[in-house]
């Protein structure tokens, strides 16, 4: 199985920037896609963005030219560096990992970001 466990969410002015940490353990071999999701206080869970064991990203039109994700495979973390904040970018964001074993999806335990105005 896979694990997955987020950091770096927090309080934050709006402009301001964060960057998030998905840090995978276990069956790291078998992850085939990583995104990160947010889910707001009364919203739908939403994808962010999401990065490929090739490489290629994407991201939703809310945060493009904003967010970055990127990957640092020696340390089996996927990052979300987070610019230009907005309070509309306040959410519990999630870490999710699409894999080639069983339950082929995993989940984070998600961070916390406030955005204030």
Avoid: H
């Amino acid at each position: 199985q896979v694990q997955l466990v987020e950091s770096g969410g927090g309080l934050v002015q709006a402009g301001g920037s964060l960057r998030l940490s998905c840090a995978a353990s276990g069956m790291i071999f078998s992850i085939n896609a990583v995104g990160w999701y947010r889910q707001a206080p009364g919203k739908q869970r939403e994808l962010v963005a999401t990065i490929t064991r090739g490489g290629s990203s994407n991201y939703a039109d809310s945060v493009k030219g904003r967010f970055t994700i990127s990957r640092d495979n020696a340390k089996n973390t996927v990052y979300l560096q987070m610019n230009s904040l907005k309070p509309d970018d306040t959410a519990v964001y999630y870490c999710n990992a699409d894999a080639s074993v069983r339950p082929f999806t995993y989940w984070g335990q998600g961070t916390q970001v406030t955005v204030s105005s």
